[in-house]
């Protein structure tokens, strides 16, 4: 027995996920046929892009996966669902034993990044010895203690 879902279906499953607006990446499964196949992806591609497509395809030089109607949707109609509640229950039971497996990522701390800042250099020279510099700026031009070196320690020195 296998799992089945009509393509507007599993679209639908990425309009209710694309809804949390997170980062989304979507990748292709399998056990499709290649006709329904392109038709997926693009029904899917259209819902991403927040885009309404036409059921008509246009002449273009992948028409020929469009095949045999040519024709965007295929035409709906009553499937029986052949899984039975066991299976399904024991593909949720394998699913949540294999997340049980999948180790997490650590926890990091969120906190605010700081602005960056431009502090431009400081020219004494430049400076109009008749104009009072305020507090904030004689802060930025305090030089620390072990910041540079006289002497042995001065990488400066020749």
Same mark, same amino acid.
């Given at each position: 027995?296998?799992?089945?879902?009509?393509?507007?279906?599993? =679209?639908?499953?990425?309009?209710?996920?694309?809804?949390?607006?997170? +980062?989304?990446?979507?990748?292709?499964?399998?056990?499709?046929?290649?006709?329904?196949?392109?038709?997926?992806?693009?029904?899917?591609?259209?819902?991403?892009? &927040?885009?309404?497509? !036409? /059921?008509?395809?246009?002449?273009? #030089?992948?028409?020929?996966? $469009?095949? !045999? #109607? $040519?024709?965007?949707?295929?035409?709906?109609?009553?499937?029986?669902?052949? *899984?039975?509640?066991?299976?399904? @229950? @024991?593909?949720?039971?394998?699913?949540?034993?294999?997340?049980?497996?999948?180790?997490? =990522?650590? @926890?990091?701390?969120?906190?605010?990044? !700081? +602005? #960056?800042?431009?502090? !431009?250099?400081?020219?004494?020279?430049?400076? /109009? +010895?008749?104009?009072?510099?305020? %507090?904030? @700026?004689? &802060?930025? %031009?305090? %030089?620390? &203690?072990?910041?540079?070196? #006289?002497?042995?320690? &001065? *990488?400066?020195?020749?």
């Amino acid at each position: 027995m296998a799992f089945s879902m009509l393509f507007t279906g599993h =679209a639908e499953c990425v309009k209710f996920v694309k809804k949390f607006n997170l +980062p989304l990446l979507v990748t292709g499964g399998g056990g499709y046929t290649k006709e329904n196949v392109a038709r997926c992806w693009t029904v899917e591609t259209g819902i991403l892009l &927040d885009t309404e497509l !036409p /059921n008509e395809i246009s002449e273009n #030089d992948y028409i020929k996966y $469009f095949a !045999p #109607d $040519f024709s965007l949707k295929i035409p709906g109609g009553h499937i029986e669902n052949l *899984n039975t509640k066991s299976y399904i @229950s @024991s593909i949720k039971v394998q699913i949540l034993e294999n997340l049980r497996y999948i180790q997490h =990522a650590p @926890s990091v701390q969120m906190q605010e990044v !700081p +602005p #960056d800042f431009y502090i !431009p250099d400081f020219d004494e020279d430049e400076q /109009n +010895p008749d104009v009072r510099v305020d %507090q904030r @700026s004689r &802060d930025k %031009q305090i %030089q620390r &203690d072990d910041e540079y070196f #006289d002497g042995d320690n &001065d *990488n400066d020195a020749s």
